[in-house]
DNA sequence: ATTTAAATTTGTAATGATTACAAACAGAGA
DNA sequence: TCTCTGTTTGTAATCATTACAAATTTAAAT
């Protein structure tokens, strides 16, 4: 999990871009999310914020996620049993979580562009593929 | 959702098949699942099953949809963001959920026949493909 | 049938994620 | 500066799920 350095203006450019006013909390949320691409949950992104934001609330990484998703900047994961996980919104790729260390990593799509808007009659507003297993590197420990 | 009639007979028999003592409450859980085919959540079975055993605790749901899990009878579902759901597993299928009802309706598998074992070193245990938007039936309220 | 041991069920308390809500705070304009 | 609006914060409430131990049921053995 290599951090990609992104300056502050890049991601500011990018909340407004979406039309997201660019508040300190917001930017340190979204740049944490681009910079660690690891699918957090709230109390990861919570963890790593509060050194840095010794006045940091949970309950507002609650609201900038709820923000960012209804802006469709980042997508919530429905595939942990436990909590929900968030994963920025860029080019299409589906999911694989080990249930044994919880991590989720991006897989190549498992099917080409399957996006219908409608199935038996159903609006269809987004398509997700999980798949669930053991990571190869849990595999390796359980020897 | 029409009910469709299933002897208790058969649900012993079934539970008995995957290794599963067919005690009264694990029978009735089966058995409404079957019937009901709603991929209810562990209230929905709760709520309906105590009217006809006034004892059951829900802490029985729980361990019973653990054991018919674990034994592969049932899957759970990972696509709300509130609650578990659960769907008798027989033939392969996808889902889509209603964000507005809550209803989860079976779709057919939107790709062929995806189950690979092994994904970037990863082992694959399963994979769901789980769509959402808004129902039909919701869709023709809105008007 | 009685006794015993094991498995199942039950009820209550604890945990943990999420939401509700209102007070405190910050920023933009007049 | 004052005011208005939006944002952040902290606390309390809610809700799904788990932990756990007591009570009950079942099956086996005598």
């Known amino acids: ?28 949320v979204l740049k944490y999310m681009l910079q660690k691409k ?4 709230v109390d990861m ?5 509060i050194t840095q934001i010794p006045t940091l609330s949970r309950t507002t990484i609650y609201n900038t996620l709820k923000l960012l998703n209804k ?4 997508a919530s994961l429905s595939i942990s049993d436990t909590e929900l996980r968030y994963d920025y919104i860029s ?15 991006d897989i190549d799509a498992l099917t080409e562009a399957m996006e219908p808007k409608e199935i038996n009659g159903h609006d269809v507003h987004e398509v997700q ?15």
Not at 45 to 49: D, P, R, S, V
């Open 91 to 105: 080019d299409p790729h589906d999911h694989f979580l080990c249930k044994q260390c919880g991590q989720i990593f």
């Open 129 to 143: 593929v999980n798949a669930k297993g053991i990571c190869s590197s849990c595999r390796a420990k359980m020897n």
């Open 38 to 41: 690891n699918h957090p949950s």
């Open 1 to 28: 999990m290599k951090n990609s350095p992104i300056s502050i203006e890049t991601v500011k450019n990018l909340l407004e871009a979406k039309g997201v006013k660019p508040s300190f909390q917001r930017i340190s």
């Open 45 to 49: 992104i919570y963890q790593n914020l």
């Open 71 to 74: 802006k469709r900047v980042i």
